[in-house]
């Protein structure tokens, strides 16, 4: 691959020949692309992370993830930045052929000729997409299980009002940074890859982490002390007319 785009960026080279060389580089991608997917299981791993994440959970519940599935969620930052930089290269690859003409189809050159859109390279993209939504997915609902751990353990204690209220705002502002920050790294991932599919996935994936169990764990919360409050009030109206 790199011989190929040396020749055609030192000087104009026969296009016939240049053509065959790209064709070939691209079989040749593609299937260490899929060699490296089928070493590293990529293809079920993404399976059993779609099936995790695809289970409904009642609203202001989180949804469960077992010791395993967390540890190997979390423990694969290696695998997705190797992941990522290749997809990187055979984007920039067939831009860079783009350019010269090669791997073109009516639609510019993400073409099922090009490198990027090869069977082997395919199944790193999806496995790519699969893995990282996961990681972000099982990386929040950790926040959000030590932020209501937590606030478990303040009401245990017994403490105020006040400092109840104080210490439950530190938390929420804690779990939202924690949250920002994973979502953050996660998109920055996607964005290195310069595949647009993939930036696509995990902005929407990140609007759903955001929109969905944050948001509702958010407003159970609030609903919860609203009500724990009013119910206060209420009582202490009642205690002052019977006085």
């Known amino acids: 691959v790199a011989g190929v785009a040396a020749v055609l960026a030192d000087q104009p080279a026969d296009e016939a020949l240049c053509g065959q060389l790209y064709a070939r580089s691209v079989e040749l991608g593609s299937g260490m692309a899929a060699q490296y997917a089928a070493a590293a299981a990529v293809?079920?791993?993404?399976?059993?992370?779609?099936?995790?994440?695809?289970?409904?959970?009642?609203?202001?519940?989180?949804?469960?993830?077992?010791?395993?599935?967390?540890?190997?969620?979390?423990?694969?930052?290696?695998?997705?930045?190797?992941?990522a930089g290749l997809v990187r290269g055979a984007t920039q690859y067939d831009a860079f052929m783009a350019a010269?003409?090669?791997?073109?189809?009516?639609?510019?050159?993400?073409?099922?000729?090009?490198?990027?859109?090869?069977?082997?390279?395919?199944?790193?993209?999806?496995?790519?997409?699969?893995?990282?939504?996961?990681?972000?997915?099982?990386?929040?609902?950790?926040?959000?299980?030590?932020?209501?751990?937590?606030?478990?353990?303040?009401?245990?204690a017994g403490r105020g009002a006040d400092d109840s209220d104080r210490r439950a705002d530190m938390s929420k502002s804690e779990l939202l940074d924690?949250?920002?920050?994973?979502?953050?790294?996660?998109?920055?991932?996607?964005?290195?890859?310069?595949?647009?599919?993939?930036a696509a996935a995990a902005v929407q994936q990140a609007g759903v982490l955001l929109g969905g169990i944050l948001l509702d764990a958010l407003c159970?919360?609030?609903?919860?002390?609203?009500?724990?409050?009013?119910a206060g009030a209420a009582l202490a109206s009642a205690q002052a007319m019977m006085a």
Do not use: N
């Not at 079920?44 to 969620?73: C, F, H, K, T, W």
């Not at 924690?178 to 964005?191: E, I, N």
């Open 43 to 83: 293809r079920s791993r993404a399976a059993a992370a779609r099936r995790r994440m695809s289970v409904s959970v009642p609203m202001g519940q989180l949804p469960e993830i077992g010791p395993d599935a967390e540890a190997e969620a979390l423990g694969c930052e290696r695998l997705l930045d190797e992941m």
């Open 100 to 156: 010269r003409g090669l791997g073109c189809g009516a639609e510019g050159w993400r073409s099922e000729a090009s490198l990027g859109c090869s069977a082997g390279m395919e199944d790193l993209r999806s496995g790519l997409q699969a893995l990282s939504a996961q990681q972000a997915w099982a990386g929040v609902v950790k926040a959000m299980r030590m932020d209501a751990s937590l606030e478990d353990e303040a009401a245990r």
């Open 178 to 198: 924690s949250v920002f920050y994973l979502l953050q790294k996660y998109l920055r991932r996607a964005a290195h890859t310069c595949d647009g599919a993939t």
């Open 220 to 230: 159970t919360g609030l609903k919860q002390t609203v009500s724990a409050k009013l």
